[in-house]
């Protein structure tokens, strides 16, 4: 299942799955979490993971209203749901997501913590929560679902149906790029 635009229920996860890929991030910070929960998604490697489950945010000051107010209800929506944390960054904070509102486009430009300032961009037409939280995914580590390498086996990708400049959308991520913890194509665990 991909991530649809206006409804979070269509992300490829539960609020189980989550769980453990928090889990993951905490062992991978050196923590450790006494839960026994089901398997996460299609994810980024490890290596891409925030630091401590915290995501570091700025809000340009040309963000509408509207729209920072649903940035801070998308992030409390994750922190309600998983064991993230959204802390406003601080003039010493180099690794941070900053939420900008340039000319048109609903998009994060990375896929987990990359190093640096990160983009989410969010102009006309994004101003819904459902898609606040899915690119905020984004930043989190979530791809796409049908840009795992094994989505072939399950769909035939027609390239002609795609908009033009937009196949990119539907580029396979290599197998050493993902860790999707067993979980099969289109569904909501192992």
């Not at 490697?45 to 809000?59: A, D, G, V, Y």
């Not at 940035?71 to 941070?96: S, V």
């Not at 033009?164 to 192992?190: E, T």
Request: net charge positive; with cysteine.
């Amino acid at each position: 299942m991909i991530f649809k635009y206006y409804n979070f229920s269509s992300l490829p996860i539960s609020k189980e799955q989550l769980r453990d890929y928090m889990e993951r991030m905490d062992r991978a910070n050196g923590n450790s979490r006494d839960q026994n929960v089901s398997r996460a998604a299609i994810v980024d490697l490890e290596s891409n993971l925030w630091m401590n489950r915290t995501l570091r945010f700025k809000i340009d000051n040309a963000v509408p209203q509207q729209t920072k107010t649903l940035i801070q209800r998308a992030m409390r929506h994750w922190q309600e749901n998983t064991c993230l944390k959204f802390l406003p960054a601080t003039t010493h904070t180099q690794d941070y997501v900053k939420f900008i509102n340039f000319r048109s486009g609903c998009f994060s430009n990375a896929i987990g913590q990359r190093g640096g300032i990160q983009y989410i961009n969010l102009s006309f037409g994004c101003n819904h929560l459902g898609i606040v939280i899915h690119e905020i995914g984004h930043a989190v580590g979530f791809w796409h679902e049908q840009s795992r390498p094994d989505r072939d086996r399950y769909v035939q990708v027609n390239l002609n149906n795609i908009v033009p400049g937009r196949a990119f959308n539907f580029l396979k991520i290599r197998d050493d790029r993902v860790d999707h913890q067993g979980s099969h194509y289109d569904s909501m665990g192992p």
